[in-house]
């Protein structure tokens, strides 16, 4: 016996799951197309702030998409329990929706990873990479520059990957840049070096290594 889900439970799976399929697919898209285009973004904050009502919309079906795939779910594997057979289609529709929301959970980083060769030979590739340093994210520096890219680049202010990791005491990654050759001793287009950064955000730590290995400014 082929085990039959009710219409109406139909219909909520298949509606909420669009509002929360369009909300993956814009999440996604500022974190890689626009990111492409543009450079870094603040991923939702544009939906958050100028269209929040198609942001509420979203969330509010990604709720109701997630009480719906519950009760699909459970009444699948009662079907299975009582030897009703389930058909492949839901099955699928259970293992892709469920795919398509956990895009929602891949990081930031994660996308910048794995697009690394675009973003390494694009013009704004310093910015990734002195970024992905102030935020401590140690695999993401190291693909940017296994894929070419300067150790000591300047953003768009003249900071290196070096100053991103010093002005958040990012210990690990200063120690890796500076045993990879990073320049403590330059200066952004305000005139700070990482040592100064280190101790104006007063990260005594990182001013002992950095001025330990070769920062004098």
């Given at each position: 016996m082929v085990s039959r889900l009710?219409?109406?439970?139909?219909?909520?799976?298949?509606?909420?799951?669009?509002?929360?399929?369009?909300?993956?697919?814009?999440?996604?898209?500022?974190?890689?197309?626009?990111?492409?285009?543009h450079g870094l973004q603040m991923v939702g904050f544009t939906l958050v702030h100028t269209e929040l009502?198609?942001?509420l919309g979203a969330l509010l079906s990604g709720l109701l998409f997630a009480l719906a795939y519950l009760v699909v779910l459970g009444i699948s594997i009662v079907d299975v329990a009582r030897g009703r057979?389930?058909?492949?289609?839901?099955?699928?529709?259970?293992?892709?929706?469920?795919?398509?929301?956990?895009?929602?959970?891949?990081?930031?980083?994660?996308?910048?990873?794995?697009?690394?060769?675009?973003?390494?030979?694009?013009?704004?590739?310093?910015?990734?990479l002195t970024y992905a340093a102030a935020v401590g994210d140690l695999p993401t520096v190291e693909r940017f520059l296994d894929h070419g890219v300067s150790i000591n680049a300047?953003?768009?202010?003249?900071?290196t990957a070096l100053y991103g990791a010093s002005v958040e005491g990012q210990m690990a990654v200063i120690r890796y840049l500076l045993a990879h050759g990073a320049d403590p001793n330059i200066r952004n287009t305000f005139g700070s070096t990482a040592l100064?950064?280190?101790?104006?955000?007063k990260h005594p730590e990182a001013a002992r290594y950095l001025q330990a290995h070769g920062a004098h400014q």
């Open positions: 009710p219409l109406w439970l139909k219909v909520w799976f298949g509606v909420t799951f669009a509002g929360i399929s369009w909300l993956v697919g814009r999440l996604v898209w500022e974190q890689t197309i626009l990111t492409w285009r009502h198609l942001y057979r389930v058909a492949v289609g839901r099955w699928l529709a259970l293992v892709l929706s469920a795919a398509v929301v956990s895009l929602l959970f891949v990081p930031y980083s994660t996308w910048q990873r794995l697009f690394v060769t675009k973003l390494a030979n694009g013009p704004r590739a310093a910015e990734f300047k953003n768009r202010d003249g900071s100064g950064a280190a101790r104006e955000m």
